[in-house]
């Protein structure tokens, strides 16, 4: 168990995409410079561009690994 929780599959699973989200928010932030990614949330673009950058962003941290 990595949070406590049950060691039910759906918990397991949360926990492992918790840990993904993780360590790519730490790419982005060494990558486009710290809260790169809050701040393409917080952004005017709109949403389909938003979608484009982050699938760039994670295409570049999958190659990166």
């Known amino acids: 168990m990595i949070n406590g929780h049950d060691s039910v ?3 397991i699973e949360a ?3 918790m840990i993904v989200f993780g360590k790519f928010v730490d ?3 060494k990558k486009y410079g710290e809260n790169s ?3 393409l949330f917080n952004s ?3 949403d389909s561009i938003k979608i ?3 699938d760039e962003w994670w295409r570049m941290y999958n190659e990166s690994k």
């Open 52 to 54: 484009k950058e982050i």
């Open 37 to 39: 990614l809050e701040d």
């Open 9 to 11: 599959k759906e918990e």
């Open 44 to 46: 005017k673009y709109s």
């Open 27 to 29: 790419f982005t932030d």
């Open 15 to 17: 926990d492992r995409g």
